[in-house]
């Protein structure tokens, strides 16, 4: 039984975060419309709003409740799980995921209402949260050893940094193109 729910953990975690990483995409273009022409930024936002609200109610919430069921059932299953370090810890991204989307929840509402106010810079790094939680909870899983788990953190966060470095550098030069 434990490999049937861990199967089925493993797939609604892929749908969530396919589900997160795309709603901080729709984010994005949202966000981004805003600066559009009248007309055009209300197709876009209209659209964008409609997006975002069948992604999130339709796909991700389901997908989070599920992955989080099948990740509980599986400790049922095998409660000797609790008693790992490396559990401890991935339980503990597992909160600041669920921290995550609800802060995504929060902007899903803003979508909806129209009173968004960050810009797709931001919401180009607050992507970045998801991909770290999502590295960290890999590498920690697959590793389940504390000491090798921080280097690959490091690494990770090291990596992210790069990411946001490469995005600056490609809005000076996209700003550049656009004058």
Request: glycine share 6%; net charge positive; aromatic share 20%.
């Amino acid at each position: 039984m434990y490999l049937y729910l861990k199967a089925l953990h493993i797939i609604f975690v892929v749908c969530w975060f396919a589900g997160l990483f795309y709603i901080v995409r729709l984010f994005v273009y949202y966000a981004e419309a805003q600066a559009k022409p009248t007309l055009e930024r209300d197709i876009l936002s209209k659209q964008y709003a409609l997006m975002s609200d069948r992604l999130w109610f339709i796909i991700t919430w389901p997908a989070a409740v599920l992955a989080t069921l099948f990740g509980v059932s599986m400790l049922i299953d095998n409660p000797f799980l609790l008693q790992q370090p490396w559990m401890h810890v991935k339980l503990g991204f597992v909160l600041l995921l669920w921290l995550y989307h609800f802060k995504c929840h929060q902007y899903v509402k803003q979508v909806a209402a129209g009173t968004l106010a960050k810009t797709g810079s931001f919401f180009r790094i607050w992507n970045e949260g998801a991909t770290i939680i999502l590295f960290s909870v890999v590498f920690l899983v697959i590793l389940k050893n504390a000491l090798n788990w921080i280097f690959g953190v490091v690494g990770i966060i090291g990596f992210s940094f790069l990411l946001m470095f490469g995005y600056k550098f490609y809005k000076n030069i996209r700003e550049k193109n656009n004058k």
